[in-house]
């Protein structure tokens, strides 16, 4: 395997800055290469630029100025489709958010990526049930997000995020609403998705003991990355 196809992600110089005046920079000429199923935390406080990183490794945000490459791809030089499709075969998602649909069901959001992938839906719920059992909320999942629970929309958004067994994973914080026997289920979880799969992960993280699910981590600050230890 050459070098170049080993990369998962690359930043050239990345630059992101909000607003029209020259604030602080969210990110701040970051260089980084991240090998294929390496996975590694992000730290750094609150405002250090995490979540800016993680937006701009799946296209969700562009730098303003510097390269993001994606497996291969400068992701700035394609459309808005082409990264909305490229995020649907490769990455999978938990945002501090959720982001769920409230129009669905906790099994129709899960399945929603198999059958944006054209599985049929009979299938596509069966592996979705299966997932939200490895999760452990079986029981509640006919319900919508506003019926559920925050601990609930969580390990649905975590079963959305894994079910279609994403060769990356972008995880926000997934844990930091969890109580520590659910996080520690989760976090056995991505390890068992990286075992089978050679997942890439990127863990957002305040929490030492989900950071050591991680052989690489990156410390961030005011938009630079200030300690790249491990991997
Ligand atoms: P973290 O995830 O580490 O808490 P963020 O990446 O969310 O940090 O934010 C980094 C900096 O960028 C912060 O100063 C934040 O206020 C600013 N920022 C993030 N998103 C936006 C946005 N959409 N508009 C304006 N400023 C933003
Ligand atoms: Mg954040």
Request: aromatic share 4%; net charge negative.
């Amino acid at each position: 395997m050459s070098l170049e196809t080993d990369q998962i992600v690359r930043f050239e110089r990345v630059s992101k800055t909000y607003g029209e005046r020259n604030e602080m920079a969210a990110l701040d000429a970051v260089d980084l290469v991240i090998c294929r199923g390496t996975r590694v935390a992000v730290m750094g406080p609150s405002g250090s630029g995490k979540s800016t990183l993680l937006n701009l490794v799946c296209g969700l945000d562009t730098p303003t100025s510097g390269a993001v490459i994606f497996d291969g791809i400068n992701l700035a030089e394609r459309s808005d489709d082409d990264r909305t499709r490229l995020r649907r075969e490769k990455i999978g998602m938990i945002f501090q958010t959720f982001n769920l649909l409230p129009t669905l069901t906790g099994v129709e959001n899960v399945a929603l990526p198999l059958r944006l992938k054209g599985m049929r839906t009979g299938e596509a719920e069966k592996k979705a049930r299966s997932m939200l059992k490895r999760v452990g909320i079986i029981g509640q999942s006919g319900n919508r997000p506003d019926e559920m629970s925050g601990g609930e929309r969580q390990r649905v958004a975590i079963a959305r995020a894994l079910v279609f067994e994403p060769p990356v994973l972008l995880a926000d914080e997934p844990t930091g609403n969890l109580d520590s026997h659910t996080g520690d289920e989760i976090l056995g979880l991505m390890d068992d998705l990286h075992n089978e799969y050679n997942t890439t992960i990127l863990l957002v993280t305040h929490n030492e003991a989900a950071a050591a699910h991680c052989q690489r981590r990156l410390t961030l600050l005011d938009g630079r990355i200030v300690a790249d230890v491990g991997e």
